[in-house]
C-alpha cells in the first residue's frame, strides 16, 4: 500500500467512511490541495499528469474496496462506486479518474523516471487525530519532514451532504411550524369553546325550555334562581322541599312596600310569541296561611302587556292564570310580581310558565 493511500485511509478512518458524501469531500480536498501544489510549483504537463493520475488511481483503489465490502454485504450491484470526477476542480481529472483494469503493481512507462509522488497527508484539529480530518495537505516528497510548507485545502461539506442537511433543515422549520400552527388552532378551539359555553351559559336564564305551538315554556321551575331578579330590594330564599310539601320554591320577602320580584322573560321567549295571546300560568302560596296578596305586571321591551293584574291567596300554593297580549315586534322583559301587603312572612313562588293561546 503506497503511502498516499495510506493517508487518505486515514483521513478515512477518521470520519464516517460509510458515507458517500464524506468520501467524495476527502477526495475533492485532496486533488484541490494537489492542484494548489502544482500551480505553487511549475512542473511539465507529464509530470502533472502522472501526480493526477496516481491520485486518481489511489481513489478508485480505495473506493474499489468499500465496494467489495458492500458486495459481501449485499449492498452493491453497479459496479464499483468509484469518485464522481465533476467534483474535481481540475477536468483533467475526468480522465484521471477513468476506471481502469491495470495491474497497480505494473510499471507505466509512459511515466519520467522523476516523477516521485508528492506526499499527501491529513490535517486534524488535534495531534491526537481525534475526530474528522479538517483538511488535505500536499507537499514535495521529504518537504514534510524538512517542515517546509505544503499546500492545504479545507475538506468541505459534500453538495449530496449540503442538500441532506437543507433537507432535514426544511424538515425541522415544517414541523416547528406545523407545531406553532396546532397550537395556535387549538388555543383558538379552547377560546371558541369558553365563549360558546361562556354565551350559553348566561343566556340560558332567558332560553328557557318549551316554546313550540301548546307546549308550556318554563320560565321558573322553583330551582333557577338566576331567572329572578329584586330591583327595589328584598330578599329571596330557597327552600328546602319538606318545607313546601316537596315542591322547589323560594320566599320572597320584600324590602318594603313597591317592592318586586321579577321573573326573566327572554328575547327567544319574546320572539317565539310576538304578536300572539299567551297564556301565564302561575303557581305562589302564603307560607303561614294567612292571606296574602299580590299584584302581576308584565312588561316586554319596556311596554306593559298584561295590565296589572291582583291575586290573592291564603294556602300554601295555589295556581294562577292570566292573559298576555304580545305586541309584534316584542322584546325581552319580565313579569313582576308584588306583594301589596309586605309581610316579614313574604310570598312563596313555586313556578312560571307560560305558553300561546
Known amino acids: 500500500m503506497s503511502a498516499m493511500e495510506k493517508s487518505l485511509r486515514r483521513a478515512l478512518d477518521a470520519g464516517d467512511a460509510k458515507d458517500p458524501a464524506f468520501r467524495e469531500s476527502i477526495y475533492a480536498a485532496s486533488e484541490r490541495a494537489l492542484e494548489r ?34 458486495t459481501e454485504a449485499g ?8 469518485h464522481d470526477p465533476t467534483l474535481s476542480l481540475d477536468p483533467a481529472y475526468r480522465d484521471a479518474h477513468a476506471y481502469s483494469t491495470r495491474d497497480p503493481g505494473a510499471e507505466d512507462d ?3 523516471a522523476n516523477d516521485g509522488a508528492f506526499d499527501l497527508e491529513p490535517i486534524f484539529d488535534t495531534r491526537s487525530g481525534d475526530g474528522p480530518a479538517t ?6 516528497p ?44 387549538l388555543a383558538v378551539a379552547a377560546v371558541l369553546a369558553a365563549g360558546i359555553y361562556f354565551v350559553y351559559a348566561s343566556a340560558s336564564p332567558s ?14 321551575d322553583g330551582k333557577r334562581l338566576d331567572a329572578l331578579a329584586t330591583p327595589e330590594g328584598g330578599r329571596v330564599e330557597a327552600l328546602a322541599t319538606d318545607a313546601t310539601g316537596g315542591r322547589a320554591a323560594v320566599r320572597f320577602t320584600p324590602s318594603g312596600e313597591a ?25 305562589a ?62 310570598l312563596y313562588l313555586y313556578a312560571m310558565r307560560l305558553r300561546n293561546g
Open 285 to 346: 302560596g302564603s307560607p303561614d296561611g294567612t292571606a296574602r296578596t299580590f299584584a302581576v305586571e308584565c312588561r316586554l321591551g319596556g311596554r306593559s302587556v298584561c295590565g296589572r293584574q291582583n291575586f290573592a291567596t291564603a294556602r300554601r300554593s295555589d295556581t294562577f292564570v292570566f292573559d298576555m297580549e304580545v305586541p309584534e315586534g316584542a322584546r325581552a322583559g319580565d313579569i313582576a310580581i308584588t306583594p301589596t301587603e309586605p309581610s316579614t312572612a313574604g
Open 110 to 112: 509512459s511515466r519520467p
Open 135 to 140: 483538511g488535505m495537505a500536499v507537499a514535495e
Open 75 to 82: 449492498a452493491g450491484e453497479d459496479g464499483p462506486a468509484q
Open 207 to 220: 332560553e328557557p325550555t318549551g316554546g313550540a305551538d301548546g307546549a308550556w315554556i318554563d320560565l321558573f
Open 259 to 283: 317592592a318586586s320580584l321579577t321573573v326573566a322573560v327572554g328575547e327567544g321567549v319574546a320572539r317565539s310569541v310576538d304578536g300572539r295571546k299567551v297564556v301565564v300560568e302561575l303557581a
Open 37 to 70: 501544489m502544482l500551480a505553487q510549483k511549475p512542473v511539465d504537463d507529464a509530470v502533472a499528469h502522472v501526480q493526477r493520475t496516481r491520485l486518481a488511481e489511489t481513489i478508485n483503489r480505495v473506493e474499489d474496496d468499500f465496494y467489495a465490502r458492500q
Open 142 to 185: 521529504g518537504a514534510a519532514r524538512a517542515g517546509k510548507p505544503a499546500a492545504v485545502e479545507p475538506i468541505h461539506t459534500s453538495p449530496r451532504t449540503r442538500a441532506a442537511d437543507a433537507a432535514r433543515e426544511a424538515t425541522k422549520r415544517s414541523n416547528a411550524q406545523l407545531r406553532r400552527f396546532l397550537l395556535i388552532a
